[in-house]
């Protein structure tokens, strides 16, 4: 196919026109295009403005973090002991020393298990600590809604993470009507209380099933009917106190695998030299599970991890977003006119202009070391992670290297594209105070990337 010519102008009319819409009258939107080929400005609307960034904040916490982080840098779950093994009896607690690793999984508490059985320890005579100094103790965002607990997506904060603070709970009906619902909790742990109160019905009397967590508690209450023939329903929850969910996940590890251990579950610092077990998770597997799929919990332990490496423990997300505006600062984008509130972008306290993020694709533009690592975590158009289902079969498609990001009334994208002509673009298309469906907004995105994907600008 030829590839279009086109002059910045008439470019600029065509997305202009895109933007004439009357479905788009309420919104507040503002655009920035710039060629990396050049450095020159191909369109701009509003770019200046502050807007609500949503998730296009991660393009900062995760930029930053590449640059003022040591490549080699890993998130380290540390398992040590204060005493000595007599007779294959730990003499002694055992300490678990955590560092926001958000990839930690119970497959790894299951490595911690081996680790401990190959290390000759059958039986715990002492207490399980968890040490959490790492953070602070702020465990909610700021400016993160009240009633986005308990929804995994804004799950609570702790150097002890496991499964993103989460459960999952399937319900499905029994076999004859009248009968409870079934449910299922996983992973599985006596630290989660169901109280199940479901009914396997057709009875159109009885309310339709609901299945909440209360607030600050680990109770999860199932009620209501279910149809019998109704396929399993799987619903998930943040976990209140997620450092304590790690160690009884841990301590229910240890009782299946045959190590008794009737000590107590308590937080404290590290008492004790003896290194038992290490798990670690890379800095960039990370950065690319926090910008492919957003992952807001990652990001908001990664912000407190570069506070606690550049400002000194615990780690807070004050100083998180000071070396943020740091080295915002240093090249040259101006922290006075924005405002930042944390890591991920869940907070409507965030306010960003388009042009302060494409300088920041710019800078990482410019570094072409670390650039390739920060573009390597980004979604791609049609093929992977919050972009998967979007420009697919378009002209974008696999052009696309970018960020996205959703809140209530907002839409925002910004990355960068390859266009057909060679031209390498940095962009930010952010929307917001939209009252209508996001995929409207959606839609012109991916409109004006399409559009942007045919031009060889002169």
């Known amino acids: 196919m030829e590839v279009k010519r086109d002059t910045v102008s008439q470019i ?18 503002g655009i920035k295009v710039v060629s990396l080929n050049d450095g020159k400005t191909l369109y701009e609307k509003n770019s200046r403005k502050l807007f609500h960034p949503a998730s296009n904040m991660k393009l900062f916490t995760t930029a930053i973090a590449l640059n003022v982080l040591d490549k080699g840098f890993r998130f380290t779950t540390q398992i040590f002991s204060n005493g000595k093994i007599e007779d294959s009896v730990l003499q002694g607690d055992l300490f678990v020393k955590g560092s926001g690793d958000p990839l930690f999984t119970t497959e790894d508490l299951d490595s911690i298990v081996n680790v401990i059985h190959k290390n000759g320890i059958n039986k715990i005579n002492g207490d399980l600590v968890g040490d959490v100094s790492l953070f602070d103790d702020e465990n909610w965002g700021y400016g993160w809604m009240w009633d986005d607990e308990p929804n995994p997506e804004e799950a609570f904060i702790t150097p002890l993470t496991v499964n993103g603070n989460s459960v999952s709970v399937t319900v499905k009906p029994a076999r004859s009507s009248g ?36 607030k600050h508690e680990n109770v999860i209450t199932i009620q209501g009917r279910v149809s019998p023939r109704t396929p399993p329903q799987i619903f998930s929850f943040s976990v209140w106190k997620p450092e304590l969910f790690f160690l ?61 490496e550049k400002r000194g423990t615990p780690g807070s997300a004050v100083n998180g977003l000071c070396v943020i505006k740091e080295y915002l600062s240093n090249i040259g984008i101006d922290t006075a006119s924005m405002i930042l509130a944390d890591g991920s972008g869940v907070s409507f306290y965030n ?19 670390m650039f390739q690592r920060f573009i390597e975590s980004l979604p791609i158009a049609g093929m992977d992670g919050t972009l998967k289902n979007r420009m697919k079969g378009s002209r974008a498609e696999g052009r696309v290297f970018a960020k996205t990001g959703t809140l209530n009334g907002s839409s925002c994208l910004s990355g960068y594209m390859k266009t057909q002509g060679g031209n390498f673009l940095a962009f930010s298309i952010m929307c917001n105070h939209f009252p209508g ?21 002169k």
């Open 248 to 308: 009884h996940l841990l301590k229910g590890k240890l009782a299946g695998s045959g190590v008794n251990f009737n000590g107590t579950i308590r937080l404290d610092t590290v008492k004790g030299n003896t290194k038992i077990a290490v798990l670690s998770h890379s800095l960039d597997s990370v950065i690319i599970r926090i910008n492919k799929v957003s992952y807001n919990l990652a990001t908001e332990n990664l912000l407190k991890i570069i506070a606690a």
């Open 351 to 369: 306010c960003i202009s388009p042009d302060a993020i494409v300088k920041l694709l710019q800078k990482q533009y410019e570094n072409k070391a």
């Open 437 to 457: 469906e996001r995929a409207v907004l959606r839609n012109v995105q991916d409109k004006i990337l399409e559009l942007l994907a045919d031009w060889r600008f």
């Open 179 to 214: 009968e409870p619902v079934t449910v299922e909790l996983e992973p599985q742990t006596n630290f989660i209380e169901i109280r199940n109160a479901g009914i396997t019905s057709t009875d159109t009397l009885i309310p339709p099933l609901t299945v909440v967590r209360q």
């Open 12 to 29: 600029s009319a065509q997305i202009d026109k895109i933007l004439d819409d009357t479905l788009l009258s309420p919104a507040f939107i």
